[in-house]
């Protein structure tokens, strides 16, 4: 996923190293991770940071695969949700993989549209007709429209701050309502209310992580093999996963049970919940 270390004077931060060249040339996005580039593949920039990030499609296929049975009670919402994570993962495979601005694009846009998917279904979940009509995913679309072009059409500093400014209005939001959901639960529903604040913790641990490595490379990169363990990857890439998953699963069980009716229930299948 998208956030990072400028590769340019014009950008946020500099490594202060040249990237060596591979396959896809010289870097054209407006973001440069810490990990060097080319390290392990001519083909690949990022190798960890482009392959942890099916850790994202895992994110949103597994919600659809371990539970096809309740697709005929999947609703529009849910599906556009996981199916967006899908292309964010896939995204962010491309954009670490090659650093190229238009596969950056593949990772951040879809990011923007993703956030408003959520925030829709946050804010809707409680009735099962829509509560807001038309006008919220009417606002919302145009919101994730105007993202969109603000996030595509720019370069350099506007570039980086637009993108992380307009997606950062709807994730807060986000997770002040999963926060103030599960915080709301009863005793009863402790279970619910365990896996929806592990996956709240675990965003909020990601968040941490990708601030380090953004703000500290230059002593990151200090660490022998930094590279092969970086914080990007194996914290940024895996935690944000992991508090999709569950914050996105657990929200779905409840407007299963507890809105629409449907008879279903939290277990682990293969200690996958």
Same mark, same amino acid.
């Given at each position: 996923?998208?956030?990072?270390i400028a590769? /340019?004077? =014009?950008s946020?931060n500099?490594?202060?190293?040249?990237?060596?060249?591979?396959?896809?040339g =010289?870097?054209?996005?407006t973001?440069?991770?810490c990990?060097s580039?080319?390290?392990l593949?001519?083909?690949?920039?990022?190798?960890?940071?482009?392959?942890?990030?099916f850790?994202l *499609?895992a994110?949103?296929?597994?919600?659809?695969l371990?539970? $096809? /049975?309740?697709?005929p009670m999947?609703?529009w #919402?849910?599906?556009?949700?996981f199916?967006s994570?899908? !292309? !964010?993962?896939l995204?962010s495979?491309?954009f670490?993989?090659?650093l190229?601005?238009r596969?950056?694009?593949?990772d951040?846009?879809p990011? @923007?549209?993703? *956030?408003?998917?959520i925030?829709y =279904?946050?804010?809707e979940?409680h009735?099962?007709a829509?509560?807001?009509? !038309?006008?919220?995913p009417?606002? +919302?679309?145009?919101?994730?429209?105007?993202?969109?072009f603000?996030?595509?059409?720019q370069?350099?500093?506007a570039?980086w701050?637009?993108?992380?400014?307009?997606?950062a209005?709807?994730?807060?939001?986000?997770l002040?309502? *999963?926060?103030r959901f599960?915080?709301?639960?009863?005793?009863?529903?402790?279970a619910?209310?365990?896996m929806l #604040?592990r996956?709240?913790?675990?965003?909020?641990a990601? !968040?941490? *992580?990708?601030?380090?490595d953004l703000?500290?490379? =230059?002593m990151? #990169?200090?660490v022998?093999?930094?590279?092969?363990?970086?914080l990007?990857a194996?914290g940024?890439?895996?935690?944000?996963?992991?508090g999709l998953?569950?914050?996105?699963?657990?929200m779905?069980f409840h #407007? +299963?049970?507890?809105? @629409?009716g449907?008879?279903?229930?939290?277990v $682990?299948?293969?200690?996958?919940?």
């Amino acid at each position: 996923m998208a956030a990072a270390i400028a590769t /340019d004077t =014009s950008s946020p931060n500099v490594t202060g190293a040249a990237a060596p060249a591979g396959y896809w040339g =010289s870097v054209t996005s407006t973001i440069d991770w810490c990990e060097s580039n080319y390290t392990l593949s001519f083909y690949i920039a990022e190798f960890f940071n482009s392959t942890t990030s099916f850790y994202l *499609v895992a994110a949103g296929l597994l919600p659809l695969l371990l539970h $096809r /049975d309740l697709w005929p009670m999947l609703e529009w #919402r849910y599906l556009l949700a996981f199916v967006s994570v899908i !292309v !964010v993962g896939l995204g962010s495979v491309a954009f670490h993989g090659t650093l190229q601005f238009r596969h950056q694009m593949w990772d951040e846009v879809p990011m @923007l549209w993703t *956030v408003s998917f959520i925030l829709y =279904s946050l804010l809707e979940h409680h009735t099962k007709a829509p509560r807001y009509g !038309v006008p919220l995913p009417m606002a +919302l679309g145009l919101y994730a429209a105007f993202a969109t072009f603000a996030t595509s059409q720019q370069g350099g500093n506007a570039q980086w701050f637009s993108f992380h400014t307009l997606f950062a209005a709807l994730e807060f939001p986000s997770l002040f309502l *999963v926060y103030r959901f599960f915080s709301g639960l009863d005793e009863s529903e402790e279970a619910l209310r365990c896996m929806l #604040r592990r996956g709240f913790r675990a965003w909020g641990a990601a !968040v941490a *992580v990708w601030l380090t490595d953004l703000n500290a490379c =230059s002593m990151l #990169r200090l660490v022998p093999g930094y590279d092969f363990w970086n914080l990007h990857a194996f914290g940024w890439h895996a935690l944000t996963a992991f508090g999709l998953y569950t914050m996105m699963l657990g929200m779905w069980f409840h #407007r +299963l049970k507890c809105v @629409l009716g449907v008879d279903v229930q939290l277990v $682990r299948q293969r200690g996958i919940p």
